[in-house]
């Protein structure tokens, strides 16, 4: 489908975290290509290394904890990773933006919305003071806050979850990135608010041709504006494919049992599949799937070799030894 | 089968008093009522603030309502001396979103689960044969049971409150939010246990969720609630079928999976030409479908109208 250079691409990507000697792998070698116009859902559950990605993505690992072991990011062919602090800050922030689960944790407190939208337009844009008063009144008109200067002036304490939400997306394209990283950016919202939100980040996308990465742990959000998805477990991409494609044919049995394990309607009176055990804890470092311990259909070359992530179909890869006779699970 | 548990005008108004001598009152819970059939599954769905978990606590008592009443299985709760009610609440428990929270960290499972049963005075060895019984029921091997709440993964924190709750064998359970905290996955593993057990039990469920696709999933009835009031309330088929009240359809509108992509040319909520068409119709209600009009509201008392056909 996309035969375009990708915007963002991260190949074989492996973090470790260390702490008091103890380590625990939170990415295993993961590769994903992002392209312009396009949202890529990232999903996952706690802790399978979704927040970490995108952390590294714009160079936000805590350090010294955090460790890059190997792996690219690449920037339109800029390599991201190790580049140095003053180089990396002109892509995050300017040509990488990011909007975050909680908008109160990330909102600052002390300054009002406007002041905060000024201050990104005149670092990374070097606006004057006139035009980035302009620029900010532009701004929240895009993300809906725009009928008088009430939320210019405010500060975060005086918006509701909702408008803080909206006030941190305008922040995040307010130097028009190429790509918007959002990561659970409705989780802590109801749902009547969370469409309102998923709605103005897909007319932004739209309006910008921005790329974006969706990161959520539910696939019923991801499906609402992705249109490609990737899934990860346990710091491994396990399947990426279209997103009308992974509903359709899911090619890894944990994909699989997640879309079997979503309680709706029209399952009542029918039992939920279930994946049996725990997450692979993050310090273990098997030789083969991260997902052998808990597969039903896990042979013994899945505890001796850990599958590669390849494409079964056009633009759908499954990393699995049997991906093609996990769809009859 | 009659009904295990009724509730009459339920209203619960907290009051905060200023330092100005203020007497202001905020009406969390406002003329609710409903009746849960003997091993019914009865769902409340809302947004976070409507009045869910203020219900919930009012209906057991935890919280007493401020006006209305609840009669269990034929006893007004409301009459009840401390003492007799402490000794009714036996029959019904309840289980909170957060087991975290729920467990105290330092009482091992063994002696979180005994509290109740040291309580009625249950010897050492019947309490060691029951709570083994239970944690074996809920999945939890009984080995575990000198461990600490913290050695524990969530989901099985939330199996073990589950257990806790089933020690003084209640008839009715509440349910708030029992899987919010909880990974798909494990999720489903908790979801099943509470249906099996509901089976194997003859439970009666008060299911409280802000997940619309898991109550209709788990319920037979929902009611909807929104500031405080149920706006509808119908059997789930009925309820997802055919939606009356605006509220009610708004939400089931935003529920994300439903009908594939999000169309961005489309507002979030009803323009005011489909509100028209779409104004609850009081005609063709069917049975056990109760509806009240919030569209027209203009004072605080909707009026609900109950289908008879």
């Known amino acids: ?329 | 089968m009659g009904p295990l548990i009724q509730c009459h005008g339920i209203v619960k108004i907290h009051r905060s008093g200023g330092l100005d001598g203020a007497n202001r009152g905020f009406k969390a819970v406002d003329d609710v009522s409903f009746s849960i059939e003997k091993k019914g599954n009865f769902g409340i769905v809302g947004e976070s603030g409507c009045g869910k978990t203020t219900l919930a606590r009012a209906m057991l008592y935890l919280d007493p309502p401020t006006s209305g009443g609840v009669v269990f299985d034929g006893v007004d709760l409301g009459s009840l001396k401390p003492r007799q009610l402490r000794a009714f609440r036996r029959r019904m428990q309840i289980v909170f979103q957060d087991p975290h929270s729920s467990l105290d960290p330092r009482m091992t499972i063994y002696d979180s689960l005994s509290e109740g049963l040291i309580n009625i005075g249950m010897d050492r060895a019947d309490r060691t044969k029951k709570i083994g019984r239970l944690l074996d029921l809920v999945g939890i091997s009984g080995a575990l049971s000198s461990r600490f709440p913290h050695e524990f993964s969530t989901g099985q924190r939330q199996r073990i409150v589950i257990a806790r709750a089933l020690t003084m064998d209640p008839e009715f359970l509440v349910l708030d939010e029992p899987v919010s905290n909880l990974d798909v996955s494990i999720q489903a593993q908790v979801i099943n246990l509470l249906l099996d057990i509901k089976e194997e039990l003859g439970l009666t469920y008060l299911f409280i969720s802000h997940d619309i696709n898991l109550v209709a999933y788990m319920c037979d009835i929902v009611a909807v609630m929104y500031k405080g009031k149920i706006v509808e309330q119908a059997p789930t088929e009925e309820l997802f079928a055919n939606p009356r009240n605006e509220y009610t359809r708004t939400l089931l509108a935003s529920v994300p999976g439903r009908s594939g992509q999000i169309d961005v040319s489309s507002a979030a909520t009803l323009s005011s030409a489909d509100r028209e068409k779409t104004a609850p119709a009081v005609q063709g209600l069917s049975k056990g479908h109760v509806v009240s009009d919030i569209t027209s509201r203009t004072g605080d008392k909707p009026d609900l109208t109950e289908g008879t056909r």
């Open chain 1, 1 to 329: 489908m996309n035969t375009a250079e990708p915007l963002i691409a991260i190949e074989n990507l492996r973090v470790e975290f260390t702490q008091e000697k103890r380590r625990a792998f939170a990415l295993r070698g993961i590769s994903i290509s992002l392209y312009r116009n396009e949202v890529h859902g990232l999903v996952g559950e706690s802790g399978s290394g979704k927040t970490v990605t995108s952390m590294a993505i714009i160079g936000l690992l805590p350090k010294p904890a955090a460790k890059i072991l190997s792996g690219s990011i690449r920037y339109e062919g800029q390599e991201l990773l190790f580049l140095p602090e003053d180089e990396l800050r002109a892509y995050r922030g300017g040509k990488i933006a990011m909007v975050f689960q909680e908008p109160a944790k990330y909102l600052n407190p002390a300054f009002t919305v406007g002041e905060q939208i000024r201050e990104m337009v005149t670092l990374h844009m070097g606006l004057e003071r006139s035009q980035a008063e302009a620029r900010a009144h532009e701004l929240l008109g895009l993300v809906g806050l725009g009928k008088d200067d009430r939320v210019l002036k405010a500060y975060p304490h005086e918006l509701s979850s909702g408008m803080k939400q909206r006030a941190m997306i305008a922040i995040a394209i307010s130097c028009n990135p190429d790509f918007l990283i959002a990561d659970e950016p409705t989780t802590s919202l109801d749902v009547t608010l969370q469409l309102q939100i998923l709605k103005l980040l897909k007319r932004l996308k739209n309006m910008k041709s921005m790329g974006m990465l969706f990161i959520s742990h539910d696939l019923s959000v991801i499906r609402e504006i992705a249109d490609r998805v990737s899934v990860i477990y346990a710091g491994k991409i396990v399947e990426s494919t279209r997103m009308a494609r992974l509903f359709e044919h899911p090619m890894h049995p944990y994909t699989r049992l997640l879309l079997m394990s979503i309680p709706d309607a029209s399952r009542k009176g029918k039992r939920l599949a279930t994946i049996a055990g725990q997450v692979l804890d993050a310090k273990d470092d098997p030789p083969g799937c991260v997902f052998a311990p808990r597969c039903p259909m896990a042979k013994e070359v899945c505890y001796r070799e850990s599958p590669k992530l390849i494409a079964h179909e056009a633009g759908h890869a499954s990393a699995c030894h049997f991906a093609e006779e996990a769809w009859a699970l």
